[in-house]
């Protein structure tokens, strides 16, 4: 059994986790991770795996959501050749692939209704046929399924099978998000630093401690997932230079702007809340940059005037006249810009929440909450 492969954490939640899934590894059961995208399912099932009876043999990963719908059937349980258009020899599939070790099957909610079907029969009975086939086979394979999607929700709604939501989840494990897991976030932070520092071949200088703190406010919408990319980003984009708050706010805001290119109907609040906090940032690097270019119009004409010297940063119009500069507060909380920002951008629409919620890349649901938490 191999017990060199862990889960990089110590935060209440995944210590609780990791014990769990020990106890769960020994037992053989189905399991259904469920957590956030980006959260490390994969991971946690293959720690499942290597922490079983069956770790000496193959632990299969199989992405439902990115095969097509008309080839799944065809790659989890194999064809005759024949069987289809192009199938000019028989194949086995990834559950005959995986037998006497574990599949994991991620993103089962994307799975098709019909191969749902055979998935239950698998599950119940440990036998499929290939597609094409008359013949049954046997298999011994331990199934891990994972999703990001509400199977109770889809149940209800005819998307996803009762019996086999049933089966999948005999036990259940829930990740909890990365901005729910304290220090864990610089653990992480740390060792992917050093993975990259070795693929890349360059050392790097960290991060300074505003940063750092900038790191743990930050949300995570995407979780471990994109803690891992923007590390690897600023390794390389940076040739290794210690990250100030200018340069982890820019790649930030990179980003959140790019979320917001992308349309996504099923965004959690995570996600819209990773949106207002770029907005955020940017406004404050917008303004700073602002201050900074009258600065040196003024010392460049020599305008001496103390008409014409900008003040000390300090609210001197009500707020409903200009918007707030988080370059002139750099104290406040994030609850305060937020709270702010959302009470310019009404202001601006005359109060047209639909406007409103438009503009600052959120939905009207999450508008209403927040006008009523901060009392607007």
């Known amino acids: ?47 499942i795996h290597e922490h079983s009876r069956r770790a000496s043999k193959s632990f299969i990963p199989v992405n439902c959501g990115a095969i097509p719908s008309g080839i799944l059937e065809s790659e989890l349980f194999g064809h005759e050749r024949g069987a289809f258009t192009g199938a000019i020899q028989a194949r086995k599939g990834y559950f005959e692939s995986a037998d006497r070790g574990t599949i994991f099957l991620d993103e089962i909610g994307e799975t098709p209704l019909e191969t749902q079907v055979k998935l239950l029969r698998v599950i119940e009975a440990g036998e499929f046929q290939r597609v094409g086939a008359s013949e049954t086979v ?30 999948l989840r005999s036990v259940e494990l829930q990740i ?7 220090g864990d976030i610089l653990l992480l932070a740390e060792h992917f630093i ?20 900038l790191l743990l406010r930050y949300p995570w919408p995407g979780n471990v997932r994109e803690l891992r ?32 290119l992308v349309h996504d109907p099923a965004r959690t609040e995570s996600n819209e809340l990773s949106l207002i906090y770029g907005s955020l940032i940017q406004l404050r690097q917008e303004m700073g940059e602002i201050r900074q270019l009258l600065q040196q119009l003024l010392l460049t004409n020599r305008l001496q005037s103390p008409q014409l010297l900008l003040p000390e ?64």
């Open 313 to 376: 940063p300090q609210v001197t119009e009500p707020m409903t006249q200009s918007p707030p500069s988080p370059a002139a507060e750099p104290t406040l909380p994030l609850e305060e810009l937020e709270k702010r920002t959302i009470a310019v951008t009404l202001t601006k629409f005359g109060g047209n929440k639909r406007k409103t919620a438009h503009a600052l890349g959120i939905n009207e649901r999450t508008l209403y909450r927040k006008i009523k938490e901060y009392g607007l």
């Open 138 to 167: 046997c298999t011994d394979t331990r199934i891990v399924a994972a999703t990001n999607r509400n199977l109770h929700q889809a149940v209800a709604e005819g998307n996803f099978r009762e019996d086999l939501y049933y089966r």
């Open 229 to 260: 990319n923007l590390v690897e980003s600023l390794l390389i984009l940076e040739r290794g230079r210690q990250v100030t708050p200018d340069i982890l706010e820019r790649h930030l805001v990179q980003r959140s702007r790019h979320k917001s």
């Open 194 to 213: 050093h993975g990259f520092e070795r693929k890349h071949s360059i050392a790097f200088e960290g991060f300074n401690p505003e940063a750092t703190e």
């Open 1 to 47: 059994m191999n017990r060199g492969f862990d889960i990089l954490g110590r935060s209440p939640g995944i210590l609780r986790l990791k014990e769990l899934a020990l106890q769960v590894a020994s037992a053989d059961v189905t399991v259904l991770i469920t957590g956030e995208t980006g959260s490390g399912k994969e991971v946690l099932a293959r720690f």
């Open 176 to 182: 909890p998000p990365l901005r729910e897991r304290g």
